[in-house]
């Protein structure tokens, strides 16, 4: 079935440093979602790419969707403390209403 | 949290025993689901409904029931079926019945086996 699969499944950076994770789909995705789950925490809508190569700035993240719409990535630059948790990328699952998330990249920052 | 509230936060579970994990939304949203998160894990989707008296099996269904007799209430039962239930279980709801829509989380709860 379809899946989405995420890379790094761990992340361990050095507080100001720059890093990057991946979310990619066997099958190309009408959109993508991004959520951050704090440590002990539940899951917060962070972002949505709907069009080919749109890229968004939160801040220090970049989010950026693929051309052909198969792939995703979440850049964080200068990274803080505050970055700590674990990112889920989500796509459209195979049943209408459904959404599909990767297994997460969790991201341990070391100040 | 931000309008979904679940209880109890934690839950212990006995052998053979069925438990009910609450969930309520005050968002006036269609769609509620639930998911269940083992550590180091993602989410998978145990059941879903995209409007009041109807509800659809997810990935994980086997030994957990649900009932959706209002709108903003999505209760879910685990039941002694389930024989592997300690996990965090987390709710979530959206306006519509569409992938386009974002999901909102309640805090979820901690479920675990005595």
């Known amino acids: 079935g379809q899946q989405v699969m995420q890379i790094p499944q761990y992340q361990h950076v050095q507080e100001g440093e720059d890093f990057t994770t991946y979310c990619n789909s066997s099958?190309?995705?009408?959109?993508i979602q991004w959520y951050k789950q704090r440590p002990g925490g539940h899951p917060v809508f962070l972002i949505q790419?709907?069009?080919?190569?749109e890229v968004k700035k939160q801040k220090r993240l970049t989010f950026q969707f693929g051309e052909a719409k198969k792939n995703s990535s979440l850049h964080i630059t200068a990274t803080q403390t505050t970055d700590v948790g674990t990112y889920f990328c989500?796509?459209?699952?195979?049943?209408?209403?459904?959404?599909?998330f990767g297994a997460g990249t969790q991201v341990v920052v070391t100040p | 949290d931000g309008g979904i509230t679940q209880s109890p936060k934690y839950l212990f579970r006995k052998e053979g025993q069925n438990v009910t994990l609450s969930c309520e939304q005050n968002?006036?949203?269609?769609?509620m689901y639930w998911y269940r998160q083992d550590p180091g894990q993602g989410l998978r989707l145990i059941y879903y409904?995209?409007?009041?008296?109807?509800?659809q099996k997810g990935d994980i269904a086997e030994g957990y029931s649900v009932s959706r007799e209002k709108k903003e209430s999505f209760p879910l039962t685990v039941t002694s079926a389930q024989k592997n239930p300690t996990a965090f279980y987390l709710c979530?709801?959206?306006?519509?019945?569409?992938?386009?829509?974002?999901?909102?989380f309640g805090p979820g709860t901690r479920l675990l086996v005595l």
């Open positions: 790419l709907v069009k080919s190569g």
């Open positions: 989500a796509g459209p699952g195979l049943s209408w209403g459904k959404l599909q």
């Open positions: 968002l006036n949203h269609d769609a």
């Open positions: 099958t190309t995705l009408s959109n």
């Open positions: 409904s995209q409007i009041v008296n109807d509800f």
């Open positions: 979530a709801s959206s306006i519509r019945r569409t992938a386009q829509e974002t999901q909102y």
